[in-house]
């Protein structure tokens, strides 16, 4: 994820919409995987804060923290109503920030485009292709180890089986795959999917903690063969090369390029 992922180049280059999403996302799955069967009231209060945050970084975000609530509701419903209202608590100033600064609840974000209907239409056959495998936006392009976290969601029982991965809070697996599912189908829904000018898959950047953590069982099983380990190396070194023109080279050519290409 480091340095074969959007992390390596949307955040690394500063689009920080996407990397508070990631930072605060990544503490909520600390707290939970690290607490086990035990919640105290300071775990729910930094999850539900850092949900407070992911809002205010990004509209979008909004599914991601609705699903993780969800998640934790079903599980343990007073923590779930908790962690709710901390997380509206959290937001709070920041809503009052956007109305009074945009006279919009959302922030400047939508202060252009609003949030029009006419600017949504939901599965599109050609749309969801670009999301995942487009050339300048695919996100199994640009995240080819991404794979193992399909693999590891189709076969995670027998994958539990044979690795030692049997930690973690409960419906791990399901909250992460479905949330992963549910965010691009959002992003491949909006008008603009390509993400504007970027590298990459800037769109499917926020779920790339939860795509990481679904590849884990998967990359463990790979890891107890030659071949596998041959495979891992191979996903990382095509990871890791398909992002280095971003950085080494004048990125921002690239959607110059493709502009010029498609007006001509």
């Keep these: 994820m480091a340095t074969g992922s959007g992390l390596f180049t949307i955040v690394g280059l500063g689009d920080w919409q996407h990397g508070g999403v990631i930072v605060w996302l990544l503490v909520a799955l600390l707290v939970e995987f690290s607490s086990g069967s035990g919640h105290d009231w300071r775990g729910t209060l930094a999850q539900g804060f850092a949900l407070g945050q992911m809002l205010e970084c990004r509209p979008t975000a909004g599914l991601l923290v609705a699903l993780f609530g969800l998640w934790v509701l079903v599980r343990s419903p007073c923590r779930g109503v908790l962690l709710g209202m901390i997380s509206l608590l959290a937001v709070a100033p920041w809503i009052a920030f956007h109305e009074l600064v945009y006279r919009s609840l959302l922030g400047p974000a939508t202060v252009n485009t609003g ?3 006419g600017l949504w239409s939901f599965f599109r056959t050609w749309p ?7 050339p300048g936006r695919g996100l199994f392009v640009y995240q080819p180890w991404a794979i193992l976290a399909i693999l590891s969601s189709i076969a995670w029982p027998r994958l539990r089986e044979r690795t030692n991965l049997t930690g973690g809070p409960s419906s791990w697996v399901a909250f992460a795959g479905v949330a ?8 491949s829904a909006w008008w603009e999917w390509p993400g504007g000018y970027t590298w990459g898959s800037r769109l499917s950047t926020d779920i790339l903690p939860l795509l990481g953590l679904l590849a884990v069982p998967a990359t463990a099983v790979l890891m107890k063969s030659g071949g596998g380990r041959g495979l891992l190396l191979t996903l990382f070194v095509l990871g890791l090369a398909v992002h280095l023109p971003c950085i080494l080279w004048e990125a921002h050519r690239w959607n110059w390029l493709q502009s010029r290409d498609h007006w001509s």
């Design 115 to 117: 949030v029009s209907t």
């Design 128 to 134: 969801m292709l670009g999301t995942l495998v487009s």
């Design 180 to 187: 992963s599912l549910l965010h691009l189908v959002l992003v």
